[in-house]
């Protein structure tokens, strides 16, 4: 019965709903027009989806789930999966807390917050981890930990870099300290990696916070945002009312961080592949700088 939990799921998050033939008659019909939240134009989806989910009007950056990202980002047909059936279990006893993962899971058709695999950039091999804020708000539990870790030491064995899309809420309340432990525990195989001489790069994505802001997301070789992001440890609120001050409009948007050296640079997603694709030939044994 217990193995039912465990059924692999390798279909991908479609990207166009069907629309049903009532719907297509209204005026308005759901999924084939979409509203940029930044600028309120309406534009069609397919457009949006084909310009990378990115406003074709603004630039304003829609969000992505984890396939949608691994789709945009590697070579077509590159990426296997690791460990995509690691599910949680309940550590603490938490009230409704496997409910709670299993509807995810329904929904989502994930098994947990974060998506690993290996993959080529432009023939590039990597390793990819990409957090997936529509499963449990991208929280940290022990499997997106044990996931992530997992993954930066099979970029270790094959020594090709590490890339992380992170998309969090920070810690996973239902699982207490262990959640915590997983900053720690990403933290140390990152540090071991990095002795060897690996390449780690950071990608943070809206909204990318908590404790996943204050350990991996941030231990990158490069550090990077897409434009507008919201990247933080806690929220405005919490630290408006410690200090008794108020905090800047655009405080813990990917462009304040920018201004304050805490960020490499911010990339538009049209421009990642091509940029991350610069830094991965640079870091190649026998690599060159292109002038
Ligand atoms: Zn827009």
Redesign the pocket.
Known sequence: MLKELFIKNNTKKKKYATIPSEMVKSEVPEGIMTK??????I?YTKELNKNLKV??????HHSMNSFERIDSFLDAGSFEELNENMISGNPLNFPDYLEKIEKDRQKTKLNEAVVTGTGTVNGIKIVLAVMDSTFRMGSMGSVVGEKITRAIEKADDLSVPFIIFTASGGARMQEGALSLMQMAKTSVALKKFSNHGGLIISIMTHPTTGGVSASFASLGDFNFAEPEALIGFAGRRVIEQSIREELPEDFQTSEFLLKHGQLDAIISRLDLVGKITNILEIHQPGGEIEW
């Open positions: 940029c939240p930044s600028c309120k134009k534009m406003c074709i009007h603004c630039g304003y």
